[in-house]
């Protein structure tokens, strides 16, 4: 199984596997972080089934959310359906599906340690931004949590902070910041003999 298999089948079950990682406090960080101004246009990037865009829809923003999970976008589609401020896309880390300098703020969560290439990711985050616009993401402190690898298919056990930073800067961004989200990603391996508890982290740059 891949990591796009994997995300598809648990689609449905998602939001109560999300409640069991870490809580709605991470979310509510990231948005301060952003100094989120109503009616702006915001990216979801690896969306999900929408726990950045519940966020960004609430607080009055136009959000285009992007996930390369078809079940997930769907799932997502369907909750938010009395919503007509927000656009579904399918696209992957390396080729958003969004145009240049065409959002003010870019959000991504947990989204970084399931892509290939961390600074390409960057890059495509800061190509959609418009000139002064915010890229704001939250996730894992580096771990030795094997587990996480195998069984959610992370491709990288967390990051040091200075590597985001450095990958911040090398995109141009400026006013980088990195800070704690205050919250821990928690988790228990399938067979139980392993549970992680990880501080999370949320970076913050403008373009």
């Not at 069991?20 to 972080?33: G, L, M, P, Q």
């Not at 990958?167 to 139980?192: E, H, P, R, Y």
Request: net charge negative; aromatic share 10%.
């Amino acid at each position: 199984m891949n990591s796009n298999k994997y995300f598809n089948e648990v689609a449905n079950k998602w939001d109560d596997m999300r409640q069991d990682f870490f809580s709605e406090n991470i979310r509510e960080k990231a948005c301060s972080v952003a100094g989120l101004e109503k009616g702006k246009v915001a990216a979801d990037i690896g969306a999900g089934t929408g726990f950045i865009a519940e966020a960004l829809l609430t607080k009055g923003m136009n959000v285009i959310a992007v996930d390369y999970s078809e079940e997930m976008l769907k799932h997502m589609e369907q909750k938010f359906k009395n919503f007509d401020s927000v656009e579904y896309r399918q696209g992957e880390s390396e080729n958003l599906p969004i145009e240049n300098a065409s959002v003010d703020y870019a959000m991504a969560n947990m989204y970084l340690h399931h892509v290939e290439n961390p600074l390409t990711a960057i890059k495509e985050l800061t190509r959609i931004l418009k000139p002064g616009g915010k890229l704001v993401l939250t996730d894992l402190d580096e771990h030795n949590f094997e587990f996480l690898k195998t069984e959610q298919f992370d491709r990288w056990m967390g990051f040091k902070r200075e590597d985001v930073k450095h990958w911040f800067i090398a995109a141009g961004l400026k006013n980088v910041n990195i800070d704690c989200a205050g919250g821990n990603c928690c988790s228990t391996s399938n067979c139980g003999c392993d549970n992680a508890s990880i501080s999370i982290f949320v970076a913050y740059g403008e373009k």
